[in-house]
């Protein structure tokens, strides 16, 4: 018997042994994830993502406090609009905050369908605000451009459309890799996950490739639709000054018309405001990050391009969330007028926006 058991115990006593080293090693793994991320990460994620949200919420209350300014003056497109592209922010810091939350405190890698689940919602967050700034632009300058098509064409039913197009073209393509075109793999420090830009299959470098084109190409489009809106404004503007050196164009104002046309003009002017600083925080925060994106296809695995770069690009996309609900906190009416109009009283100040903006509507007519 004493024989039979010693087999038995040595036995017993090797799986015991397999199953402790098996053990410390996944907790050696673990202990060095946990080490490879500093503590000063943790904390500014939970900022940008308190900081994020909070910015985010007060910039909706602001806009619904304006919505009926908005609306008395035609503007409920580009109203509509910035209430998607708010909400596509605040949905992005939350969601996905919370899913890096979510992986800082479980201390591991995330797993393959939640890698699915984050890259999915990362392309799709990342998408989303950059198209509909695209389309925000596109309205003002045919507003500007051609106010009378924007009035009888450009409706709120036709926005909606348009909403419903660019959120369908960002989610088809957050999609595709959950239908195994393409993959959706860990990036460094294993804390978020996204398309896979060292793929070997051309899949993934199409999806790559379709995502910084994208971007890249609604950043360009936005820039180009605001250039030449501020181009139409400085024109009209200036021939507006021209026409005031002629007495008799100073005669005919309505008093009645003096505050209806000083609230569009402001209005104008702070649309505009605003869309250029949005285009120039999307194109500083968004472009180092879509531009790193082909030159990693270029130069592939073996380039000398810094692996951690591509981690400093995205801290920097995701700051764009939160620097566009400030970019209508801060470029308000209120805030325009007090520093574009200082110095002048107010009368003077109904007076000359009235004055351009009856200008621009007798410039309309005649062409």
Known sequence: ?????????????DQNLKINSTLEIMSNKNDSYLRAIPVGHVGMSCFT?????ISNLTALGILAKSRVRFRRQSKAPFLFLTVALLLADLGGHVILGAFVLYLYTI???????????FGTSMVFFGLCPLLLGCAMAVE???AITKPFFHMSMITVAHVKMALLFLSSVALVLAVLPLFSVGTYTTQIPKTWCFLNLQGEGSADRILALTFSGLGLTALTLSLFCNILSGLALLHART????????PTTRCGRRASSASSSSMN??????MMAQLAAITVVSCVCWGPFLIHIPMVQLHGASGNLKPGLILLFLRMASWNQILDPWVYIL????VLLSVCCRGQTP???????SSYRDYRRRDSNLQ
């Open 1 to 13: 018997m004493k024989t039979t058991s010693l087999p038995m115990t040595f036995t017993f006593l």
């Open 49 to 53: 993502m308190i900081f994020g949200t």
């Open 107 to 117: 201390g591991t890698e995330p797993t393959p369908n939640f890698c699915k689940i």
């Open 140 to 142: 003002r300058y045919i």
């Open 239 to 246: 021939k507006y000054n021209d026409s005031t050196k002629n």
């Open 265 to 270: 003009c402001s209005l104008d002017v702070e």
């Open 331 to 334: 470029l308000r009416r209120a």
């Open 347 to 353: 009368a003077s100040t109904v007076s000359e926006c």
